[in-house]
């Protein structure tokens, strides 16, 4: 016999297959420490937070923001009573956003760009920035007008030149979802088993049990 006791490391059971970060922001840390972040929109709440503690890019312009949500589902049949959510598998959200950069932006926000100014190296600093979130691999924050997709990798960059003072950029994310890890002790318990002894086994027969006689039926009662 065995006993098995899970014990959750660093999370709670909650925290299982879930897109939240374990590590949030803090006003303490630098905006290196937090990590890169897009913003599709600067009317999220969220968004001067963001913009002041991460490394953050703000589009002059979004011209287009989508989100997809899949999943897979069992092409054959179930069974009536059973739980469906088993046989329904959710995939990995998805985004796409094209947003423009401009040389000469209306609004200036503080973000990794805010530097350039205008002085005509904001496309190249975007340039370098994002290829910066690409080559890294690393999880990012997505801030959309509604909300904050934590986990997000940037998995497509695309961009035409086709204006000197201005670029479009065609970008496309995958947002993964993090398993907590858990740490088992097995305890084992041995029991002892039935021993077998080898020997030849006597058994009493009865002699005084009632017999039938012919033509007569014997019939054993029990008592009840």
Do not use: C, W
């Not at 479009?168 to 002790?185: G, P």
Request: avoid cysteine; aromatic fraction near 8%.
């Amino acid at each position: 016999m065995a006993t098995r006791k899970f014990n959750y490391r660093g999370s709670d059971a909650s925290r299982i297959n879930s897109t939240q970060n374990s590590n949030n922001s803090s006003a303490t840390r630098t905006k290196g420490e937090n990590g890169f972040t897009i913003l599709a929109s600067v009317y999220n709440s969220s968004s001067d937070s963001y913009i002041q503690n991460y490394q953050a890019i703000v589009f002059d312009a979004v011209t287009d923001t989508g989100v997809r949500r899949q999943a897979d589902i069992t092409s054959y049949p179930v069974e009536s009573g059973a739980e469906v959510s088993d046989h329904v598998q959710i995939k990995n959200n998805t985004f796409k956003l094209s947003g423009i950069i401009s040389e000469t932006p209306v609004r200036l926000e503080k973000d990794l760009l805010y530097s350039a100014g205008v002085n005509g190296t904001r496309i190249s600093q975007a340039i370098e920035y994002l290829d910066k979130m690409f080559d890294s691999r690393q999880p990012i924050t997505l801030v959309t007008e509604h909300k904050v997709y934590e986990n997000v990798i940037l998995s497509g960059i695309s961009y035409d030149y086709k204006s000197e003072y201005a670029m479009q950029f065609d970008l496309e994310f995958e947002q993964i979802r993090l398993v907590s890890k858990a740490t088992v002790n097995v305890i084992a318990t041995k029991t002892q088993g039935n021993k077998s002894v080898g020997g030849t086994v006597k058994q009493k027969v009865v002699n005084n049990a009632p017999k039938k006689t012919e033509g007569d039926t014997v019939t054993t009662e029990f008592k009840k």
